[in-house]
């Protein structure tokens, strides 16, 4: 079974850093995509990043632009998150989810259980 | 950016009713549309891709369809495992964009 393995959350100042983790296992890792994807406390799914199984294709959501990096590391299984200049509305769930395939928009097939981050002073 | 809009927000509904959700996107997706089921504490479960082909291991009881771009997700008989929140996602481009999600009560 696919499994996705969030961590990293935690509380953090507005303005600060976090670097989420995503463990990946039981598939072949680079041979699929993998998105960020967010929820706020009570509200909707809000798609934050995405990264080519190469790690050579990254998209973002406008929310996050050029404070958010996504990166992965083929050798380690895992995917990450740089989030920088943190603002109070960024507090959610992160979730790490896989695609069906090695690139492009698609469906996420699988989803971990979120790592949660807080914004706040 | 292709916005999603999902109707109704929620409903209330029996067991062994049927239950019809819809999703009108901005513009032409294709087929290319999602359709995902969460569950209070837990993650999204891909329920339908390809607006309306069936994941692995989902009821038949759920099935989705297309028209132009309004797409709907039908669960055929309620079931109480099947009362949660149901988005749809559009997987035409990105951004990746999702619906507002239609919360199923129990009536």
């Known amino acids: 079974e696919v499994q996705l393995v969030e961590s990293g959350g935690g509380l953090v100042q507005p303005g600060g850093s976090l670097r989420l983790s995503c463990a990946a296992s039981n598939f072949p890792f680079s041979s699929y995509a993998l998105s960020w994807v967010r929820q706020a406390p009570g509200k909707g799914l809000e798609w934050v990043s995405f990264i080519s199984g190469s790690g050579a294709g990254t998209y973002y959501a406008d929310s996050v632009k050029g404070r958010f990096t996504i990166s992965r590391d083929n050798s380690k299984n895992t995917l990450y998150l740089q989030m920088n200049s943190l603002r109070a509305e960024d507090t959610a769930l992160y979730y790490c989810?896989?695609?069906?395939?090695?690139?492009?928009?698609?469906?996420?097939?699988?989803w971990g259980q979120g790592t949660l981050v807080t914004v706040s002073s | 950016d292709i916005q999603m809009t999902q109707s109704p927000s929620s409903v209330s509904a029996s067991v062994g009713d049927r239950v019809t959700i819809t999703c009108r996107a901005s513009q032409d997706i294709s087929s290319w549309l999602a359709w995902y089921q969460q569950k209070p504490g837990k993650a999204p479960k891909l329920l339908i891709y390809?607006?309306?082909s069936l994941q692995s291991g989902v009821p038949s009881r759920f099935s989705g369809s297309a028209s132009g771009t309004d797409f709907t997700l039908t669960i055929r008989s309620l079931q109480p495992e099947d009362f949660a929140t149901y988005y749809c996602q559009q997987a035409k481009s990105f951004p990746l964009t999702f619906g507002g999600g239609t919360k199923v009560e129990i009536k």
């Open positions: 989810a896989k695609g069906p395939g090695i690139t492009g928009a698609t469906e996420l097939d699988y």
């Open positions: 390809a607006a309306s």
